[in-house]
């Protein structure tokens, strides 16, 4: 959600260690591979049989491989230092961590959910207090960010942390609402993946391909799919049925 110029080898500062340029090449490597498998695992999970093998086996993939990207994001965005952007990769293996136990652990409460709540509100405060101090700053930017990515990222940490304060409250999350919470969560996790990759790395994709239409949808996809699902299953039984079956294999093994 928030995007700036993306660590490279020239913000590492003259004469640094050999191990320095090793551990960023890494983290680097990391990021890139991680994201990678990311994206392409997710965007199978968008178009199979939902609760089916494959979609099950799409998701083993992409939840680590989003955890890795969005961990070394982190570590590249505090490096530089972008702030915005640290909070984002943040933000995103929140959304994904949050995504996969809620299928895993039967809809309870318990002290992952209280974390969670906390860790969201926090990436909410701090991204709307950087909003606020962007416009203070050299050109009205901070970390290269615009206020309005902060604003974004804020309104919707602020969102889910409210949505975990609400499953809290009532102890614990069931049906057709702990479905709508796994698929929300993992689709805007994958959607700031696309959004980061499609739309804030065209210049190293070909130039007939930098600024074309295919890349907007490419990165806009999640959130679509995100919307008609969710309105599927809040007003038909269309995959939901397929979802609670799975869910309901998943909590047969879960102690």
């Not at 409460?109 to 509100?121: D, H, I, Y």
């Not at 049906?175 to 689709?187: K, L, M, P, S």
Request: net charge positive; glycine share 10%; aromatic share 10%.
């Amino acid at each position: 959600m928030t995007n700036a110029t993306p660590l490279s080898l020239s913000h590492i500062p003259t004469g640094s260690p050999w191990w320095i340029f090793a551990l960023v090449m890494l983290v680097l490597a990391l990021h890139i591979g991680a994201g990678s498998a990311g994206i392409v695992s997710g965007y199978s999970a968008l178009f199979v049989r939902k609760g089916g093998r494959t979609h099950r086996r799409a998701g083993n993939v992409f939840v680590p491989a989003m955890l890795i990207t969005g961990a070394m994001a982190a570590a590249l965005a505090a490096t530089i230092p972008q702030r915005g952007n640290l909070i984002g990769a943040l933000f995103t293996v929140y959304l994904v961590a949050s995504a996969w136990m809620t299928v895993r652990r039967k809809g309870s409460v318990g002290r992952f959910e209280r974390a969670g709540f906390a860790f969201a509100l926090a990436c909410a405060i701090s991204a709307l207090w950087l909003g606020l101090k962007a416009p203070r700053s050299s050109g009205g930017v901070l970390d290269g960010i615009a206020p309005a990515n902060f604003y974004v990222t804020g309104t919707v940490a602020a969102l889910a942390a409210a949505l975990d304060l609400k499953v809290i409250l009532r102890g614990g999350i069931s049906g057709r609402a702990r479905i709508a919470r796994h698929v929300w969560r993992i689709c805007t996790g994958l959607f700031i993946a696309s959004g980061s990759f499609f739309l804030g790395q065209q210049k190293v994709m070909p130039i007939w391909l930098q600024g074309s239409p295919i890349l907007f949808v490419l990165a806009l996809t999640p959130l679509v799919l995100m919307i008609f699902w969710l309105l599927r299953l809040q007003f038909t039984y269309w995959i939901g049925k397929n979802h609670i079956t799975a869910l309901q294999r998943i909590d047969a093994t879960v102690n």
